[in-house]
């Protein structure tokens, strides 16, 4: 069974930029979850999308926003870039939603680099 | 809330030696522990795990047991090898309060030498 797929895995913006961060989770898992990861702050849970909804956030502005389709693909994006937004964006899948057991299974990452 | 504490090292051991990475948590209720390993320029995998209290998750010679009373996940490997040199990662999953979905620590970097 195919992993979780990102892409693009490695992007260059400038400040103001907006950009669209794809991921695919595993066939047949319809939890996605999206996380950041920096140098400084370590690893954050941004959101996390089962069913095309939304149904956890963490403490990100605004400016970061999600969402999921049909097919549980989702989308994460980031409006008015910042530097402080340059990190390793992680999405990871699950299966359902069944509760704080279930693992999550984690894509290779996008890289986004903001000048 | 929730979160996680481990030694953030890095940690260099020589090939063979025992490794320890220690790991606490404040959680309420009964969260799920983890382990996750990141090999350089990679994603996280699972490298463990365990769902309830006394509970000891185990792979590739790894092992982690839930300790509830001293709210402790500690990872343990008795001979490491040059490919274990990665960043390891503790987390919990929490039952109760917040909304994150995973709480991680900050990482423990494991250079291990020939």
């Known amino acids: 069974k195919a992993g979780v797929t990102q892409t693009p895995r490695y992007l260059i913006k400038t400040r103001g930029q907006q950009v669209t961060l794809s991921c695919s989770p595993i066939?047949?898992?319809?939890?996605v979850s999206w996380y950041q990861q920096t140098p400084g702050q370590g690893l954050q849970f941004l959101f996390e999308y089962f069913s095309e909804t939304q149904r956890n956030k963490g403490n990100f502005p605004g400016r970061f926003s999600g969402r999921q389709f049909s097919n549980s693909r989702s989308e994460m994006n980031v409006s008015t870039l910042e530097l402080g937004d340059s990190a390793l964006y992680l999405c990871a899948s699950s299966p359902t939603r069944t509760g704080p057991q279930e693992t999550q299974y984690f894509g290779p990452g996008t890289r986004l680099l903001v000048l | 809330g929730n979160s996680v504490t481990q030694m953030e090292g890095p940690v260099t051991l020589s090939e063979e030696a025992f490794l320890t990475i220690n790991c606490t948590y404040t959680?309420?209720?009964?969260?799920?522990l983890f382990w996750y390993v990141q090999y350089p320029g990679e994603g996280l995998q699972l490298l463990l795990k365990a769902t309830k209290a006394d509970d000891k998750g185990s792979n590739k010679g790894f092992e982690a047991t839930y300790r509830k009373e001293t709210t402790s996940f500690h990872l343990e490997k008795g001979s490491v090898q040059v490919s274990d040199s990665a960043v390891y990662f503790c987390a919990l999953s929490p039952t109760q309060g917040g909304s994150e979905k995973l709480v991680f620590g900050k990482g423990t970097k494991l250079t291990v030498n020939p």
């Open positions: 066939s047949g898992h319809r939890s």
């Open positions: 959680a309420t209720g009964y969260p799920s």
